[in-house]
């Protein structure tokens, strides 16, 4: 009878979340830049018959685009109805994900209800970037995999990572995530093995007609893209202090002044890019750690991702500030509640571990645990943004969550 009444609950929940969407959409007219106006630009390109980008960058999301664009027209309102559907999808596998765990309903929908309202649940779907598609084909993978009895699970996986690296390109490793949770959980090794292997060997052959497109572009063996070297250069280098984006030019003695580097192919360029950056992290191991602890603060703590959503919107500076203040600072303190958690449960999981008790652990807190170190490792090492937080966005609410009924009970759940 519960479970019938939160159902009403829900369908209410999901309509208002439309509507409100349907009003951020009409009313705040975000305009593309930056990597969003190459995204756009690009899928307009390709719906159109052109070159499909020049190696540069994942176009996972472009070629995504494109298709709608091919059908209804190449206009950003396109794009971002297309994001509000992908965010409905995303929500409504939120709710069947959290139905594998043994939550009663009432948390179950509150949960739902913390990410489904999320700021920026909201205000990234009138901005054409990545986050929203890979998002929803993340959670599509953990529903997939905690989903019993499905016939060629491993497979459809295996698929969607590939498909989902095209997106992102570190979501290969996402292997290496199930492997940890199968371990941690003292399954079976060789069925451990096969099982998040196959994910990874599938994965390849999705990702192998675009690394063979890629290659022939540049003569050589090139993957998704080529764009990984110029990341970890800006991102390490002595000239960069704060730990985000800075003009390659800058760096000393940069490399990308240098004949040798403009002569290059994209890929060759991609090379010496990640060797320099390697070269300079290990010879400054702490001036590394220190850019990559900033890096994680640019991620988790600071709420400039909102200036994508009002890009173009005519507001007063004034008024701008105001939102970015309020946001930011909810933001900062809801994902620092669920951090807490996180690194909470971390501890008891190696607790648990330790003591031969792991029939103690909850399997989707400790499946969110491995994706969130998994986030944390690449932006560590790579680059710092709030808009990387986004996809963790459904990982935050759920600890947020349990850490307040943690404290309130004084127990770990």
Same mark, same amino acid.
């Given at each position: 009878m519960l479970e019938k009444s939160y159902k009403k609950n829900y369908y209410f929940a999901i309509g208002i979340f439309i509507?409100? =969407?349907? &009003?951020?959409?009409?009313?705040? /007219?975000?305009?593309?830049?930056?990597?969003?106006?190459?995204?756009?630009?690009?899928?307009?390109?390709?719906?159109?018959? %052109? $070159?499909? *980008? =020049?190696?540069? @960058?994942?176009? *996972?999301?472009?070629?995504?685009?494109a298709a709608f664009y091919k059908i209804f027209g190449a206009n950003i309102l396109v794009g971002k109805i297309v994001n509000l559907i992908l965010s409905l999808l995303s929500i409504i596998l939120f709710k069947k994900i959290l139905e594998f765990t043994s939550m009663e309903e009432k948390s179950k929908f509150i949960v739902f209800i913390l990410f489904a309202f999320f700021p920026s649940t909201i205000f990234y779907n009138t901005i054409l970037g990545s986050e929203v598609l890979f998002t929803f084909l993340m959670l599509l993978v @953990?529903? &997939?995999?905690?989903? !019993? /009895?499905?016939?060629?699970?491993?497979?459809?996986? %295996? $698929?969607?990572? *590939?498909? =989902? @690296?095209?997106?992102?390109?570190?979501?290969?490793?996402?292997?290496?995530?199930?492997?940890?949770?199968?371990?941690?959980?003292? !399954? /079976?090794? &060789?069925?451990?093995?096969k099982e998040s292997f196959s994910i990874l060997l599938i994965a390849l052959l999705v990702l192998s007609p675009w690394a063979y497109r890629n290659t022939k572009y540049n003569g050589e063996f090139t993957f998704v893209s080529n764009n990984g070297g110029i990341v970890l250069y800006i991102n390490n280098n002595s000239q960069n202090k704060l730990g985000r984006w800075m003009p390659a030019k800058e760096v000393e003695n940069s490399i990308v002044n240098k004949e040798e580097y403009k002569n290059a192919n994209m890929t060759a360029q991609n090379k010496m890019l990640k060797n320099a950056a390697k070269e300079w992290i290990k010879n400054h191991p702490k001036e590394f750690t220190i850019?990559?602890?900033?890096?994680? *603060? =640019?991620?988790?703590?600071? %709420?400039?991702?909102?200036?994508?959503?009002?890009?173009?919107?005519n507001l007063n500076e004034s008024t701008k500030f105001k939102m970015y203040y309020a946001y930011g600072t909810f933001r900062a303190i809801f994902l620092l509640i669920a951090l807490c958690y996180i690194v909470y449960y971390s501890i008891y999981i190696i607790y648990c571990l330790l003591k031969k008790r792991v029939d103690k652990l909850d399997n989707l807190t400790v499946y969110l645990c491995i994706l969130f170190y998994m986030f944390t490792c690449v932006y560590f090492v790579t680059e710092g943004q709030a808009r990387y937080s986004f996809p963790m966005i459904f990982i935050f609410c759920y600890t947020f969550y349990k850490f307040i009924v943690m404290i309130k009970n004084k127990q770990i759940s």
């Amino acid at each position: 009878m519960l479970e019938k009444s939160y159902k009403k609950n829900y369908y209410f929940a999901i309509g208002i979340f439309i509507l409100i =969407n349907i &009003l951020w959409i009409c009313t705040v /007219n975000t305009q593309p830049f930056s990597d969003f106006q190459y995204y756009h630009e690009l899928a307009k390109q390709i719906a159109l018959g %052109g $070159i499909w *980008g =020049n190696t540069y @960058t994942s176009i *996972g999301y472009s070629i995504f685009l494109a298709a709608f664009y091919k059908i209804f027209g190449a206009n950003i309102l396109v794009g971002k109805i297309v994001n509000l559907i992908l965010s409905l999808l995303s929500i409504i596998l939120f709710k069947k994900i959290l139905e594998f765990t043994s939550m009663e309903e009432k948390s179950k929908f509150i949960v739902f209800i913390l990410f489904a309202f999320f700021p920026s649940t909201i205000f990234y779907n009138t901005i054409l970037g990545s986050e929203v598609l890979f998002t929803f084909l993340m959670l599509l993978v @953990t529903y &997939l995999f905690f989903k !019993e /009895n499905f016939k060629f699970k491993y497979i459809y996986i %295996g $698929i969607l990572v *590939g498909i =989902n @690296t095209m997106v992102k390109p570190f979501f290969i490793v996402y292997f290496f995530a199930i492997f940890l949770y199968k371990i941690i959980f003292k !399954e /079976n090794i &060789l069925k451990t093995i096969k099982e998040s292997f196959s994910i990874l060997l599938i994965a390849l052959l999705v990702l192998s007609p675009w690394a063979y497109r890629n290659t022939k572009y540049n003569g050589e063996f090139t993957f998704v893209s080529n764009n990984g070297g110029i990341v970890l250069y800006i991102n390490n280098n002595s000239q960069n202090k704060l730990g985000r984006w800075m003009p390659a030019k800058e760096v000393e003695n940069s490399i990308v002044n240098k004949e040798e580097y403009k002569n290059a192919n994209m890929t060759a360029q991609n090379k010496m890019l990640k060797n320099a950056a390697k070269e300079w992290i290990k010879n400054h191991p702490k001036e590394f750690t220190i850019l990559g602890l900033k890096r994680l *603060g =640019n991620t988790y703590f600071v %709420g400039d991702d909102l200036a994508y959503s009002l890009q173009g919107v005519n507001l007063n500076e004034s008024t701008k500030f105001k939102m970015y203040y309020a946001y930011g600072t909810f933001r900062a303190i809801f994902l620092l509640i669920a951090l807490c958690y996180i690194v909470y449960y971390s501890i008891y999981i190696i607790y648990c571990l330790l003591k031969k008790r792991v029939d103690k652990l909850d399997n989707l807190t400790v499946y969110l645990c491995i994706l969130f170190y998994m986030f944390t490792c690449v932006y560590f090492v790579t680059e710092g943004q709030a808009r990387y937080s986004f996809p963790m966005i459904f990982i935050f609410c759920y600890t947020f969550y349990k850490f307040i009924v943690m404290i309130k009970n004084k127990q770990i759940s």
